[in-house]
């Protein structure tokens, strides 16, 4: 007696399974999103404390060693030849940070703006807390391995500079008295000036 056929079976999902896979996917990106935002905070923390590293650096005329270069010629106008680049490199590298923090910072609003919309305030609230506590410590992580690493550029640069001798290199031709630290921030060369207390936006 032959057998009745099979009921053939439908390849196309219900409408049940659909919902699942795109709830499932939904959550893939959200947690993906959340991760994102995670690694966006911490890297923000990272760049700015490289970034008041790198100012205190340039502000105590301190050259890491990454950006000095090194010179064949031992004379002292080789050296102040090889110096001028020295000091230029660390500028730049200013710059380049400022720039990675600008992008950083965009890509950080965005990712806040799509969470804040795609979770419930209640969600939103603690996936920001916690982000913003994980990205603080790490931050103060990288402060401490920063500050250890500019005392020790810091000592080691005092051990190897000779101290300028300012009753030499600054005269004082006018008939009026300086002061004790005139003559240290003449030396300092023409190209020196105070660092504002707010810098000009305009």
């Not at 000091?87 to 950083?104: A, G, M």
């Not at 996936?127 to 005392?151: G, M, P």
């Not at 004790?180 to 305009?202: D, Q, S, W």
Request: charged content about 25%.
């Amino acid at each position: 007696m032959a057998s009745a056929p099979a009921p053939a079976c439908d390849a196309s999902l219900s409408p049940v399974a659909l919902s699942v896979a795109a709830l499932e996917n939904e959550a893939t990106e959200t947690h993906s999103n959340i991760r994102k935002l995670e690694t966006l905070r911490k890297k923000k923390g990272k760049l700015l404390n490289n970034l008041i590293y790198l100012k205190r650096c340039r502000d105590q005329d301190i050259v890491h060693k990454f950006l000095q270069f090194k010179f064949n010629i031992d004379t002292h106008k080789a050296r102040s030849i090889y110096r001028r680049p020295s000091k230029s490199l660390p500028k730049e590298r200013i710059q380049q940070v400022r720039r990675e923090l600008d992008f950083n910072n965009k890509q950080l609003l965005q990712i806040h703006l799509l969470l804040s919309s795609t979770l419930s305030p209640t969600d939103w609230n603690n996936v920001d807390r916690i982000t913003l506590l994980q990205a603080y410590a790490a931050s103060e992580t990288a402060a401490i391995r920063q500050k250890k690493k500019f005392e020790q550029l810091a000592e080691t640069t005092r051990n190897t500079t000779p101290r300028l001798d300012t009753s030499r290199t600054v005269v004082n031709l006018s008939p009026h008295p300086t002061s004790t630290a005139a003559p240290e921030a003449l030396a300092k060369g023409l190209n020196f000036a105070v660092t504002p207390e707010r810098i000009p936006t305009e």
